[in-house]
């Protein structure tokens, strides 16, 4: 299946290439001047949208396809990569897209609370990208 395949990979690239671009601009947009930081999330939620929504959903179907027939259900790497998917787009849902979200409308009314929601995120966005390169790992070393 070269074209699943081929696909699939698409897919990581969008959503590693978008994790890592927030994993950047994160740390930017915190110390950023206003003008600057509205920039820097209006950025950020554009590529949210582009990369790591379409990424990770081409990634879902292409990685399903891929597995049915071709893979044993029980099968260590796939299992525990997508377990670890599931948990980096659970981060993401969660947390880090609500906050990006809030972010592009503006400052919220509490700042000190807004500014230590940004904070977290820089560190859980590190987290989530650091699980997605677990998962790119499990997939092409296949180690059980
Ligand atoms: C629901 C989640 C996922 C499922 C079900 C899944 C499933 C699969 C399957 C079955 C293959 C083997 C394809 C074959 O050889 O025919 C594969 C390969 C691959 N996957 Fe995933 N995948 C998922 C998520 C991811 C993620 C999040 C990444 C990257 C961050 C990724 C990166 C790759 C890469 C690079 C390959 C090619 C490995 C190689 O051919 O050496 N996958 N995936």
Same mark, same amino acid.
Do not use: C, E
């Given at each position: =299946?070269?074209?699943? +395949?081929?696909?699939?990979? !698409?897919?990581?690239?969008? #959503?590693?290439?978008?994790?890592?671009?927030?994993? *950047? !601009?994160?740390?930017? @947009?915190? %110390?950023?001047? /206003?003008? @600057?930081?509205?920039? #820097?999330?209006?950025? &950020?939620? $554009?590529?949210?949208?582009?990369?790591?929504?379409?990424?990770? /959903? +081409?990634?879902?179907?292409?990685?399903?396809?891929?597995?049915?027939?071709?893979?044993?259900?029980?099968?260590?790497?796939?299992?525990?990569?997508?377990? *670890?998917?599931? &948990?980096? =787009?659970?981060?993401?849902?969660?947390?880090?897209?609500?906050? #990006?979200?809030?972010?592009? $409308?503006?400052? &919220?009314?509490? %700042?000190?609370? %807004?500014?230590? =929601?940004?904070? %977290? &995120?820089?560190?859980?966005?590190?987290?989530?990208?650091? !699980?997605? !390169?677990?998962?790119?790992? *499990? =997939?092409?070393?296949?180690?059980?």
């Amino acid at each position: =299946m070269p074209i699943l +395949l081929t696909l699939h990979v !698409l897919g990581a690239v969008f #959503l590693l290439g978008g994790m890592t671009a927030h994993a *950047l !601009l994160r740390p930017a @947009a915190t %110390s950023a001047a /206003a003008d @600057a930081r509205n920039a #820097l999330y209006q950025l &950020a939620w $554009r590529i949210q949208v582009v990369m790591v929504y379409t990424g990770s /959903a +081409l990634l879902l179907i292409t990685g399903v396809l891929l597995w049915v027939g071709r893979f044993k259900l029980f099968t260590g790497w796939l299992l525990l990569g997508v377990l *670890l998917f599931i &948990a980096a =787009m659970g981060l993401d849902g969660a947390f880090l897209a609500p906050t #990006l979200r809030r972010a592009r $409308r503006g400052p &919220a009314g509490d %700042s000190d609370r %807004s500014s230590g =929601m940004a904070a %977290s &995120a820089v560190t859980v966005q590190l987290v989530a990208w650091f !699980l997605l !390169l677990v998962v790119l790992f *499990l =997939m092409v070393a296949r180690p059980f």
